[in-house]
């Protein structure tokens, strides 16, 4: 069982890290905060990290209570979520600014902001809705609260990771350059489309059982209706 719960949590920091793909923010973060020094730059990218992981932790929590709420099945949210991410993986392979994280208008004003590290830096830039998806995801079938503190663990990992990449932001886009940045952004995004594409199997996967489970009983009431005296 513990095995089980290690080999999830490692399969959910991968596709986590992925989706908030934080080397694909560096480029962001660094016209976002053009007017401020690399200390204030690394203040901000303390601040958006902390915040953005605290708003995942939020819907690791409160996810599955807020599913039940509304009566969303853990199919329809791995069909839906696969979608949405299959399309901001369109966007990165592309290399088009994805329109889930930043728009060009929320750029703009964040260059003329004091504080852009709630907006668009942790929301939606790092915690977007691709990430909160996810989260969702893992937290519908997490069998207790220690999976659950497990993936709030994980998901620190991934913040972790992002705030590092996001303080060394100067270093890292000199060394890799902005080829180095795309091509980066373009696996990843091929990645992405993988998990996308699984999450819509799996939920398709488990739709198709209860499809089967109900087609031969209204196919019986059918012909029910059409032929009365089938009725016993």
């Given amino acids: 069982m513990m095995q089980h719960s290690l080999d999830q949590l490692a399969v959910f920091i991968v596709q986590l890290f992925v989706i908030v793909d934080p080397l694909a923010a560096v480029p962001i973060f660094l016209a976002i905060t053009s007017h401020h020094n690399r200390g204030e730059r690394r203040a901000i990218a303390r601040r958006g990290c902390l915040i953005g ?56 004003l964040a260059e003329k902001k004091e504080d852009v590290s709630v907006t668009p830096l942790a929301i939606p830039l790092l915690a977007g809705p691709g990430a909160i998806v996810t989260c969702l995801v893992f937290a519908s079938q997490a069998p207790d609260l220690l999976s659950i503190l497990l993936f709030a663990a994980g998901a620190f990992v991934v913040f972790f990771c992002a705030y590092l990449l996001l303080h060394w932001a100067d270093e890292l886009a000199r060394v890799l350059g902005v080829l180095g940045m795309k091509v980066a952004v373009r696996i990843i995004g091929l990645v992405l489309a993988f998990i996308a594409v699984q999450y819509v199997i799996n ?30």
Avoid: C
């Fill in 53 to 108: 992981y605290f708003v995942i932790v939020l819907f690791i929590i409160a996810g599955p209570a807020l599913l039940d709420y509304f009566g969303i099945g853990r199919s329809a949210v791995l069909i839906s979520g696969g979608l949405l991410l299959f399309v901001i993986a369109l966007e990165l392979l592309y290399g088009n600014p994805t329109g889930t994280q930043t728009s060009s208008s929320e750029e703009r």
């Fill in 203 to 232: 939920g398709i996967t488990e739709l198709w059982p209860a499809v089967r489970m109900h087609a031969p009983a209204a196919k019986t009431s059918a012909l029910v209706h059409r032929y009365p005296s089938l009725h016993l």
